[in-house]
Every structure is written in C-alpha cells, then in structure tokens.
C-alpha cells in the first residue's frame, strides 16, 4: 500500500526558507508523476509543482516559479520541495501527491494517493 509522509513545516518569517520532505513507500515510484500542492484557508487546493520520477523533468506553478525546486532521492524515495524567498501567501498546507503514469497537469482530481500534509506558516 502506497503511503506518504510530509514533514518539515513550519514557521517562517517572509523572505526565509523552508524544505519539505515527502517519504514515500509500498513500491517503486518509477515512472510515477509526484507533485506538492498546497491549500490555504477558504481556498481550493492548488497545484505547486511536480517531478516525473524516472526522468526528474519538472515543472512549475507561476506563482512559485524561481523561489521553489522540487527534486527526488531515488535511494531514499523521498521528493523535496525547496521553497526560498517564502511570502506571507505562501501560507498554507502543503500536500504531497503521486500518480501512476506520466502526468503533466496541475489536476488534484488526477492524482493516486496523498499525503496527510504539513503545515507552512509565512510571518511579515
């Protein structure tokens, strides 16, 4: 059975960086699409970015676009999500998600299994 686990949330002033982990475990992610998404309060989910497993092509939200890297350790099968110059609206709780197959939309509904999140908390 496919788990993930978030960890490394947190309080942050603005302008500070966090990173976050996503352990992931119950198979092999090759040729898995993992993404991040975040949800704040009174809002929908969105997307945040994601990494297809085998290759480690990546894409971003625009919003993120050049403050965020997200990478993968294949020996320890866990995904990454290196967020700098964090902003008050970066506040939020950030999932980590996985899907079977190679999938380049942002669509939350697409994806297999999720995380249970980890709270990223930005301070002006």
């Known amino acids: 059975q496919v788990q993930l686990v978030e960890s490394g949330g947190g309080l942050v002033q603005a302008g500070g960086s966090l990173r976050l982990s996503c352990a992931a475990s119950?198979?092999?992610?090759?040729?898995?699409?993992m993404a991040w998404f975040r949800q704040a309060p009174d809002k929908e989910r969105e997307f945040v970015a994601r990494?297809?497993?085998?290759?480690?092509?990546?894409y971003y939200a625009d919003s993120v676009k050049g403050r965020y890297t997200i990478s993968r350790d294949n020996a320890e099968n866990t995904v990454y999500l290196q967020m700098n110059s964090l902003k008050p609206e970066d506040t939020a709780v950030y999932y980590c998600?996985?899907?079977?197959?190679?999938?380049?939309?942002?669509?939350?509904?697409?994806?297999?299994?999720w995380g249970q999140g980890t709270q990223v908390t930005v301070s002006s």
């Open positions: 998600a996985a899907k079977a197959g190679i999938f380049s939309g942002g669509d939350s509904r697409q994806y297999d299994y």
């Open positions: 119950g198979r092999t992610f090759s040729g898995y699409t």
């Open positions: 990494i297809w497993w085998t290759s480690s092509s990546t």
